[in-house]
């Protein structure tokens, strides 16, 4: 038996009411989800048969000289820390995503997906802004003088 799509999309919202996640729908198919818990806000949950996506922005993009190291680090992240989902980059941030897909979708891997984003955010933000702040002060330094006797 075929599951339509708001079959689908009334599953999803049951899930995360059921998970006691606070949220709003955005519009049929799309959720942002508050957790609060985690401080982690707006976690966008979004519905296209036969995936279901989820995504966070992370944090803002640094200047160019900066972007290596960044980029660098979460390449190797995207290898050792993210099973399902990927660091990635949208417009100009840093985002985290993980797809699964819909149609057999249950509340355990939805809660694995959202699970895996918060242990995500918690385990690397804050090194991901210190590489980012590092790079910034490295920026502001005041270019060395030469002396002219």
Known sequence: MNTTEAEL???IESYIIE???????????????HDEIDYIDNIVVYHTAPVLTF???LIDTPEEMIQPVLFRRLLELNATSMIAGAFGLEDESVVIVDTV????????????AIDSITLAVREHYQELREIIRQGDSDQQQPAETVDQA
């Open 9 to 11: 999309n009334d599953r």
């Open 55 to 57: 995504r966070v922005k």
């Open 101 to 112: 897909q819909s149609p057999n979708l249950d509340k355990n891997e939805f809660q694995a």
């Open 19 to 33: 998970l006691g996640l606070p949220f709003e729908q955005v519009k049929d198919g799309l959720w942002l989800i």
